[in-house]
């Protein structure tokens, strides 16, 4: 059982950045592909980024590929998602989720565990 809370939204002008955080309160991410997602009023759930925590493989979605990171801490307990160069059309409210197959893919599906979210908001 693992509980996630994702942290460090807000707002920012157009061009600024920002930094996630997706953090264990309960349990470990030690085992799980750990994936970002991002849902838009108006949209459906979209994958931004994922990391394999078992191996360290960071996957993008093509949208974000050079201007977001995924990285996770020693502890294996936080996943980062630095957000630079933040547009109007990045903002959304941000997931973080568990993988338990570690298979990094898009279908939010198959992701078990999710975090309450946490809002980015880019102003036009």
């Known amino acids: 059982q693992v509980q996630l809370v994702e942290s460090g939204g807000g707002s920012v002008q157009p061009g600024g950045s920002l930094r996630l955080s997706c953090t264990a309160s309960?349990?470990?991410?030690?085992?799980?592909?750990i994936g970002w997602f991002r849902q838009a009023p108006g949209k459906q759930r979209e994958g931004v980024s994922c990391i394999n925590m078992s191996d360290g493989t960071k996957y993008y979605a093509d949208s974000v590929k050079g201007r977001f990171a995924i990285s996770r801490d020693g502890t294996k307990n936080t996943v980062y998602l630095q957000m630079n160069s933040l547009q109007p059309e990045d903002t959304a409210v941000y997931y973080c989720?568990?993988?338990?197959?570690?298979?990094?893919?898009?279908?939010?599906?198959?992701?078990?565990?999710w975090g309450q979210g946490t809002q980015v908001t880019v102003s036009s």
């Open positions: 989720a568990t993988d338990p197959f570690l298979r990094c893919n898009w279908y939010s599906a198959d992701y078990n565990y």
């Open positions: 309960e349990g470990t991410l030690a085992y799980y592909g």
